[in-house]
């Protein structure tokens, strides 16, 4: 498929107003995606679990306007009018117009509220464009009834990577892969798929429990991150790095194999936070406490053999992976030992998940 596929076809049914909402969910990558081209397309594949429980809730009301001039939008966040966050939807809408014919012949009032605490240090991009990106489907499919739901779906993964790449593999559940691999049939660039093969029951209900060590706002955004890839001495390799990441993967998924599985994690993870430390200007991301986390992490996991592992996102916090039937033990340790290095206690328990849901 290619960008010429989601342009709207002619709309078969006139729409004067409505409603419509979904939830969507933030989603966690396994093989991390840092470093991109023109118009979000990603330097390297990347692969996500799905989440469950971090998800935003967005309704979108529609009703057709006069002049075709402009956008006319107004933002809620839980209730409360922001207007802090129109310019980044404005930039949204302004990259998916080619694509939305009907998007400045409506106003539109967006209400919008997570699950997650707003100052969490969890970003709510994932989850947030890409619930957007469906409610603007969900018109698109009012407009043109014989929209098939497989097209649907990847037409919001498409919209959706244009506002956030990490977005495009919160639409449907379980294991996504973005980003063009000979590892990955029907994988593409411009939108996220469901892994096509085979997964092992170990990652059934596979566990996240996400320790919030920082909950501020990052010190440094995720774009200015990805651009500071283009000029990165590194940065060849890192991608070579990912592309193979995914490939050992494969193998992995399907034998359900932890120790492997954690290590290609974990070194996911640090090859990210690597990347940013290594670039001109170098940042760090991760606070002391993230450190001890992952020291216990491993000394646990040294004298217990338990399957645990963590990953990063470009933050200080720690999402701490396990399969389910290790739950309970792990979530002790997790209790009695890591939950000391979180800001106020606070940590949130998630798990895999099935994707978004269209509410009304
Ligand atoms: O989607 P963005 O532009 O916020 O970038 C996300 C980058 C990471 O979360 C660090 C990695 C990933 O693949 O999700």
């Given at each position: 498929m290619t960008e010429r596929d989601f342009i709207s076809q002619p709309?078969?049914?006139?729409?004067?107003?409505?409603?419509?909402?979904?939830?969507?969910?933030?989603?966690?990558?396994?093989?991390?995606?840092?470093?991109?081209?023109?118009?979000?397309?990603?330097?390297?594949?990347?692969?996500?679990?799905?989440?469950?429980?971090?998800?935003?809730?967005?309704?979108?009301?529609?009703?057709?306007?006069?002049?075709?001039?402009?956008?006319?939008?107004?933002?809620?966040?839980?209730?409360?009018?922001?207007?802090?966050?129109?310019?980044?939807?404005?930039?949204?809408?302004?990259?998916?117009?080619?694509?939305?014919?009907?998007?400045?012949?409506?106003?539109?009032?967006?209400?919008?509220?997570?699950?997650?605490?707003?100052?969490?240090?969890?970003?709510?991009?994932?989850?947030?464009?890409?619930?957007?990106?469906?409610?603007?489907m969900s018109i698109e499919k009012q407009l043109n009834p014989e929209i098939p739901k497989e097209f649907f779906n990847r037409k919001a993964s498409f919209l959706a990577r244009l506002g956030s790449g990490s977005a495009c593999r919160s639409i449907e559940g379980g294991i996504m892969v973005w980003g063009k691999t000979s590892a990955v049939e029907g994988s593409s660039d411009l939108f996220a798929i469901k892994y096509p093969y085979k997964v092992h029951e170990n990652f059934r209900s596979y566990q996240d429990t996400i320790l919030l060590v920082d909950k501020g706002e990052k010190q440094v955004s995720s774009t200015v991150g990805h651009n500071l890839m283009h000029n990165h001495p590194f940065a060849k390799e890192r991608f070579r790095q990912a592309n193979q990441n995914l490939e050992d993967l494969k193998p992995v998924l399907e034998s359900g194999d932890l120790d492997t599985f954690n290590r290609l994690m974990e070194m996911e993870a640090l090859s990210l936070h690597a990347m940013m430390m290594t670039s001109k200007p170098y940042f760090i991301l991760m606070k002391p406490n993230t450190f001890k986390i992952i020291r216990k992490i491993w000394d646990f996991k040294d004298s217990t053999k338990l399957p645990i592992g963590f990953t990063l996102d470009a933050g200080a916090n720690v999402h701490v992976l396990y399969p389910k039937h290790q739950g309970k033990t792990i979530l002790e340790f997790i209790k009695n030992e890591l939950v000391a290095y979180c800001e106020n206690g606070h940590y949130i328990c998630d798990e895999i998940g099935f994707g978004a849901n269209q509410l009304f």
């Amino acid at each position: 498929m290619t960008e010429r596929d989601f342009i709207s076809q002619p709309y078969s049914k006139p729409v004067e107003s409505g409603t419509v909402a979904w939830e969507s969910p933030s989603n966690i990558a396994l093989v991390k995606y840092w470093g991109k081209r023109e118009n979000q397309i990603p330097e390297n594949p990347s692969v996500s679990f799905t989440l469950k429980n971090c998800k935003t809730i967005t309704s979108l009301t529609f009703s057709k306007k006069e002049s075709e001039l402009d956008f006319d939008f107004e933002v809620y966040l839980d209730g409360e009018k922001k207007d802090g966050f129109k310019p980044k939807i404005q930039t949204f809408f302004d990259r998916i117009l080619e694509y939305l014919a009907f998007l400045k012949n409506y106003c539109f009032k967006i209400e919008t509220s997570n699950t997650f605490p707003h100052s969490s240090g969890i970003a709510s991009s994932a989850s947030g464009i890409s619930a957007l990106a469906l409610c603007l489907m969900s018109i698109e499919k009012q407009l043109n009834p014989e929209i098939p739901k497989e097209f649907f779906n990847r037409k919001a993964s498409f919209l959706a990577r244009l506002g956030s790449g990490s977005a495009c593999r919160s639409i449907e559940g379980g294991i996504m892969v973005w980003g063009k691999t000979s590892a990955v049939e029907g994988s593409s660039d411009l939108f996220a798929i469901k892994y096509p093969y085979k997964v092992h029951e170990n990652f059934r209900s596979y566990q996240d429990t996400i320790l919030l060590v920082d909950k501020g706002e990052k010190q440094v955004s995720s774009t200015v991150g990805h651009n500071l890839m283009h000029n990165h001495p590194f940065a060849k390799e890192r991608f070579r790095q990912a592309n193979q990441n995914l490939e050992d993967l494969k193998p992995v998924l399907e034998s359900g194999d932890l120790d492997t599985f954690n290590r290609l994690m974990e070194m996911e993870a640090l090859s990210l936070h690597a990347m940013m430390m290594t670039s001109k200007p170098y940042f760090i991301l991760m606070k002391p406490n993230t450190f001890k986390i992952i020291r216990k992490i491993w000394d646990f996991k040294d004298s217990t053999k338990l399957p645990i592992g963590f990953t990063l996102d470009a933050g200080a916090n720690v999402h701490v992976l396990y399969p389910k039937h290790q739950g309970k033990t792990i979530l002790e340790f997790i209790k009695n030992e890591l939950v000391a290095y979180c800001e106020n206690g606070h940590y949130i328990c998630d798990e895999i998940g099935f994707g978004a849901n269209q509410l009304f």
